[in-house]
């Protein structure tokens, strides 16, 4: 079982920048960010196939967040620009055993929250 600390989250006014780290105990076939705000279902930000570098993103975040991979750190990055309040919610580091859909992720990250003011 892949364990994972997040770390990163915070306060930032909109136009802002914020990056999150996911550290994993071990590499899985795939990593990514969810993120779940007060009376909403969770939801798919960004992932990557680590074996490869292949990324997708939700099409609210393209083009603003940046999903990335250390593999000597075991560690994945999500680095967050233009920020606006809408993405204010928990955000969740996830693992998942293939490739191919947000449904795979089945190994959670503890949270962190990201909180944008306008």
């Known amino acids: 079982q892949v364990e994972l600390v997040e770390s990163g989250g915070g306060s930032v006014q909109a136009g802002g920048s914020l990056r999150l780290s996911c550290v994993a105990s071990k590499t899985p076939a795939s990593m990514g960010w969810f993120r779940q705000a007060p009376g909403k279902d969770r939801e798919g930000v960004a992932a990557i196939k680590t074996g490869g570098g292949n990324t997708y993103y939700a099409d609210s975040v393209k083009g603003r967040f940046t999903i990335s991979q250390d593999n000597a750190k075991n560690t994945v990055y999500l680095q967050m620009n233009s920020l606006k309040p809408e993405d204010t919610a928990m955000y969740y580091c996830?693992?998942?055993?293939?490739?191919?859909?947000?449904?795979?992720?089945?190994?959670w990250g503890q949270g962190t929250q990201v909180t944008v003011s306008s």
């Open positions: 996830a693992a998942a055993p293939g490739w191919g859909s947000w449904y795979s992720f089945n190994t």
